[in-house]
T-cell receptor, first 112, second 115 residues
Framework: GQQVMQIPQYQHVQEGEDFTTYCNSS?????IQWYKQRPGGHPVFLIQ?????EVKKQKRLTFQFGEAKKNSSLHITATQTTDVGTYFC????????????FGKGTLLTVNP | GAVVSQHPSRVICKSGTSVKIECRSL??????MFWYRQFPKKSLMLMAT?????????EQGVEKDKFLINHASLTLSTLTVTSAHPEDSSFYIC???????????FGEGSWLTVV
């Protein structure tokens, strides 16, 4: 079945440093989504990438979808303490059920 | 924006009893809802896909007789954990797919503790 690998598992940075998390799928995806989960909270949708090679930006966050639609990355520029949380990528398969397969997530901690 | 409500947010039950968790889409119709389980500091594990008016599709390794899913309407899906065991203690999260698009919205999750 479809597998989504995500690295790194943990990342600790100083406030102001950049952060990147990477996802790689075993199969071609129809789209990939990114979620943020704060400690004790539920996943919150950040963005969806659909097109091959797509790049989207949300303020300090940059999301990329690979040309082969199998890998993706999330880059945060100049991290802030509010960025703390676990970032999950989720790959969507094909078909009407639209099942998401989640990566294991990257826990980001930011030292002020 | 679209909201998915999950209830209860926390529940404690005794071993051997059953507990029901509700997932409602508040301002959109959801033909498909998904149920996930998340262990502490772990990723979300898909348990089953729930389609309105039909039987749920369970992922491999998930006992359908233990985790009963009912999607009786376009805005409500329920997960019933039967004969609860302490090993069932976990964070259960539902999500709903917006009928008009490809966006998925998550509920706030339900913490289940079986004592």
């Amino acid at each position: 079945g479809q597998q989504v690998m995500q690295i790194p598992q943990y990342q600790h940075v100083q406030e102001g440093e950049d952060f990147t998390t990477y996802c790689n799928s075993s199969t071609t995806l129809s789209n990939i989504q990114w979620y943020k989960q704060r400690p004790g909270g539920h996943p919150v949708f950040l963005i969806q990438l659909v097109k091959s090679g797509e790049v989207k930006k949300q303020k300090r966050l940059t999301f990329q979808f690979g040309e082969a639609k199998k890998n993706s990355s999330l880059h945060i520029t100049a991290t802030q303490t509010t960025d703390v949380g676990t970032y999950f990528c989720a790959g969507a398969g094909w078909g009407s059920n639209y099942k998401l397969t989640f990566g294991k997530g990257t826990l980001l901690t930011v030292n002020p | 924006g679209a909201v998915v409500s999950q209830h209860p947010s926390r529940v404690i039950c005794k071993s051997g009893t059953s507990v029901k968790i509700e997932c409602r889409s508040l301002d959109f119709q959801a033909t498909t809802m998904f149920w996930y389980r998340q262990f502490p500091k772990k990723s979300l594990m898909l348990m089953a896909t729930s389609n309105e008016g039909s039987k749920a599709t369970y992922e491999q390794g998930v006992e359908k007789d233990k985790f009963l899913i009912n999607h009786a309407s376009l805005t409500l899906s329920t997960l019933t954990v039967t004969s609860a065991h302490p090993e069932d203690s976990s964070f259960y999260i539902c999500s709903a797919r917006d009928y008009s698009g490809n966006t998925i919205y998550f509920g706030e999750g339900s913490w289940l503790t079986v004592v």
